[in-house]
T-cell receptor, first 112, second 116 residues
Framework: QKEVEQDPGPLSVPEGAIVSLNCTYS??????FMWYRQYSRKGPELLMY????GNKEDGRFTAQVDKSSKYISLFIRDSQPSDSATYLC????????????FGQGTTLQVKP | DTAVSQTPKYLVTQMGNDKSIKCEQN?????MYWYKQDSKKFLKIMFS???????INETVPNRFSPKSPDKAHLNLHINSLELGDSAVYFC???????????????FGPGTRLTVL
């Protein structure tokens, strides 16, 4: 069993829809939670970062962390065709190695 | 200006060959990483270096050897290439090596390796 589980999709939604992306994890030592966006044939880029539990909002994006359930989510409001990409969750434990554990990534397509 | 760059972008080679991938960052970061992304988009850490010192050394075949000549460069040498080495290899860098706000990792564009 992988430390971080993420449904690879693909997920297809119409433009303007609310998108919900999720990851579950098993390692209770994870403290830092990230969402990366990866466009086709590009490197991942950091989209959202959250420390420990709680919510964080940035424009149309909201990241949620529920450590008690070992569950994190990314919500995209008013989705746009430009949001079409693979979304990877990533996590790390407190420490000085910087080791990130990634989920498999969910491929999202937003249709105009 | 490109923050994290990798060469080559594409690499097609025969089984058994030895090849190298180069990475350079101009962000002034202390820590650099190598990741492997397989055909299912699963991204996995291989190595990291902090200021030329090996920090993360995951369980990868010893045919893979990283080398950091200085903190702005991290190369990956692969000996005796196998079919299963076909993947996209990403280099990344971060300001520090610790987990946390300063651990935002900036990724390069990737090197797509195909072993025939």
């Amino acid at each position: 069993q992988k430390e971080v589980e993420q449904d690879p999709g693909p997920l297809s939604v119409p433009e303007g829809a609310i998108v919900s992306l999720n990851c579950t994890y098993s390692n209770s030592a994870f403290q830092y939670f990230m969402w990366y966006r990866q466009y086709s044939r590009k490197g991942p880029e950091l989209l959202m970062y959250t420390y420990s539990s709680g919510n964080k909002e940035d424009g149309r994006f909201t990241a949620q962390v529920d450590k008690s359930s070992k569950y994190i989510s990314l919500f995209i409001r008013d989705s746009q065709p430009s949001d079409s990409a693979t979304y990877l969750c990533a996590m790390s434990a407190r420490g000085n190695t910087g080791k990130l554990i990634f989920g498999q990534g969910t491929t999202l397509q937003v249709k105009p | 200006d490109t923050a994290v760059s990798q060469t080559p972008k594409y690499l097609v080679t025969q089984m058994g060959n030895d090849k190298s991938i180069k990475c350079e960052q101009n962000l002034g970061h202390d820590t650099m990483y190598w990741y492997k992304q397989d055909s299912k988009k699963f991204l996995k850490i291989m190595f990291s270096y902090n200021n030329k010192e090996l920090i993360i050394n995951e369980t990868v075949p010893n045919r893979f050897s990283p080398k950091s000549p200085d903190k702005a460069h991290l190369n990956l040498h692969i000996n005796s290439l196998e079919l299963g080495d076909s993947a996209v290899y990403f280099c990344a860098s971060s300001l520090y090596g610790g987990g946390g706000a300063y651990n935002e990792q900036f990724f390069g564009p990737g090197t797509r390796l195909t072993v025939l």
